[in-house]
């Protein structure tokens, strides 16, 4: 009975927050199609909304840890949920997401992709991808910021593994500037492939900076080893063993 409950409180969820992206999208969109305030602003309160609900309708608790970095940064992220991506938006000062390339002709949802300075990312060319971010980064297109990248290129579920991608070294090295990984365990309340929201303790952590000089092994190999250990963590803290997972 409290599965039954907790599925059709996740459908309600799901369905309001649809309607309220829509809703708010296009009462925003004037705004956001002449000023990057606009696109913020929309952004914002829609993160605040869903965030906000996701609390009283399915139990999804959050929290954001770790020393919040307010400089222009990059943030290698664990991607595992929407909803770490709404928590990470809320949580820095000036947020700049790699995205997909497609996403740019989504109607609505690329331009406010485009004023808020995201950099798109085709998929599949790798070599063309980076040049494209750098290119983008280095040109100035994509103001100063936080700079947000998925080191494993997609959402991943709790408990699996996708190995890490070479993009967050490139950005590292031609910026200069430090990383600052990101590990959560979001993907346990709010889970990829279905509309099952689980209640808990949904936490995203910023995690000590890498700061300049390292090597791309060096580089890659404490990315993940930071990222996947307090991943690991975080699920274990919230109940979820994934170790036992495959």
Known sequence: MRLLFQWVMSILYVIQNAIMMLIMG??????????????????NTYATWAIWTARWMVGIRSEIRGNIPTDAVLVPAKHQSFLD???IYK??????FIMKYELLFTPIIGVYAWRLGCVPVRRGKRGAAIKAMLADVESGRVPPGQLVIYPQGTRVRAGDY???KVGPYVLYKETGQAAVPVATNAGLFWPKGTMLRKPGLAVVEFLDPIEQGQDQKAFMKHL????ETRSNDLMREAGF???AVG
């Open 241 to 243: 063993d994934p170790d």
């Open 91 to 96: 949580a820095v000062p000036q947020p700049r």
């Open 26 to 43: 296009i009462v925003f969109f004037p705004w956001a199609l002449v000023s990057p305030k606009g696109a913020s602003t929309a952004c």
């Open 162 to 164: 996708t190995p890490y």
């Open 85 to 87: 991506i709404m928590m």
């Open 224 to 227: 993940e080893d930071v990222i």
